[in-house]
């Protein structure tokens, strides 16, 4: 089982590596046409990993009640940057976010 210690250091790691990498798809779809297919095919890995493994163990930790009051609205604040970049997450063809 693991630490309180460890499971909010877990939530600390996701909420910023999504919510970082979502406030840079602006940028990355503005040079998406000029990046090689090998670093396409890097960002959609790397971003597949963020939805399938962070957001979603995230999503657990949230319904379960194990996230501090700071964190729900920090994870809140994730779920809504998520919905705003769709139009954006569609047009890479990327991973759409697999929790509401």
């Known amino acids: 089982m693991a630490t309180t210690t460890n499971v909010n250091e877990r939530i600390e790691s996701g909420l910023h590596a999504i919510l970082a990498e979502t406030r840079d798809l602006p940028d990355l779809r503005a040079a ?10 890097s960002v959609k890995i790397d971003w597949d990993h963020l939805m399938i493994d962070y957001l979603t163990e995230l999503d657990e930790f949230a319904c379960a009640g194990q996230m501090t009051p700071e964190q ?11 919905h705003d970049a769709l139009p954006i997450i569609e047009r890479l063809g990327l991973e759409r976010p697999p929790v509401a």
């Open 32 to 41: 998406w046409d000029a990046l090689p297919d090998w670093n396409q095919a």
């Open 72 to 82: 729900q609205t920090r994870y809140a604040e994730v779920r809504g940057a998520l």
